[in-house]
Nanobody
Framework: QLQLVESGGGLVQPGGSLRLSCAASGFTLDYYAIGWFRQAPGKEREGVACINSRGGWTNYADSVKGRFTISKDNANHTVYLQMNSLKPEDTAVYYC?????????????????????WGQGTQVTVSS
């Protein structure tokens, strides 16, 4: 059974950093692109970043470019989201999701491309 588990969320001051982890079980990341999404209260879910199955291509939402970095460790079945220079508007529940892309293509930052599995989410709160 495909399963993703996020961790690493928490409370951080503006300007601070967090690293989120997305651990996969039941499948190999070698064939899956992974996306990070977030949803703040009262707002629609937003694509944040994604990485292709081989880990060589990435895509970011304009709102996080230059501040967030997505990376993939297929050997350890984990995807990371390094978040720097955090802002209050980054406050949300962050989810990771898998999309079957065995040939290494990079999907767009839309939830419909990540139908393989979704995690339960981890809360990130940026506040002083």
């Amino acid at each position: 059974q495909l399963q993703l588990v996020e961790s690493g969320g928490g409370l951080v001051q503006p300007g601070g950093s967090l690293r989120l982890s997305c651990a996969a079980s039941g499948f190999t990341l070698d064939y899956y692109a992974i996306g990070w999404f977030r949803q703040a209260p009262g707002k629609e879910r937003e694509g944040v970043a994604c990485i292709n199955s081989r880990g060589g291509w990435t895509n970011y939402a304009d709102s996080v470019k230059g501040r967030f970095t997505i990376s993939k460790d297929n050997a350890n079945h984990t995807v990371y989201l390094q978040m720097n220079s955090l802002k209050p508007e980054d406050t949300a529940v962050y989810y990771c999701a898998a999309g079957y892309r065995p040939w290494g293509s990079l999907p767009g930052l839309e939830a419909r491309y990540f139908s393989g599995s979704w995690g339960q989410g981890t809360q990130v709160t940026v506040s002083s």
